[in-house]
């Protein structure tokens, strides 16, 4: 099993910045991608960002510019850098653990005013 918490998340006036942080404990396994999902009002989970054990990411067209997704092996941390933030942002955003099981945190909300 792994445990994951989001942090970062809050309310912030357009073109702001926020850092999220989603730290993982329990059982670990390799391979094993962590990554930020986003969930607005009314529509699915979408995948923001994903970030491989070794480093590599994939993202979503619409963060590609904008978001940074990094993570902390030793700290079993990973971190969402969003920059010049917009009101169509606002979502909860949830951190993802996948390896051989599927993780989800509960969400952070981050809220992007006009």
């Known amino acids: 099993q792994v445990q994951l918490v989001e942090s970062g998340g809050g309310l912030v006036q357009a073109g702001g910045s926020l850092r999220l942080s989603c730290v993982a404990s329990?059982?670990?396994?390799?391979?094993?991608?962590m990554g930020w999902y986003q969930q607005a009002p009314g529509k699915q989970r979408e995948m923001v960002a994903l970030?491989?054990?070794?480093?590599?990411?994939n993202y979503a067209d619409s963060s590609k510019a904008r978001f940074t997704i990094s993570r902390d092996n030793a700290k079993n941390t990973v971190y969402l850098q969003m920059n010049s933030l917009k009101p169509e942002d606002t979502a909860v955003y949830y951190c993802?653990?996948?390896?051989?099981?599927?993780?989800w945190g509960q969400g952070t909300q981050v809220t992007v005013s006009s």
């Open positions: 329990g059982r670990f396994f390799s391979p094993n991608t």
């Open positions: 993802r653990y996948l390896t051989y099981g599927n993780y």
């Open positions: 970030i491989t054990a070794g480093g590599r990411t």
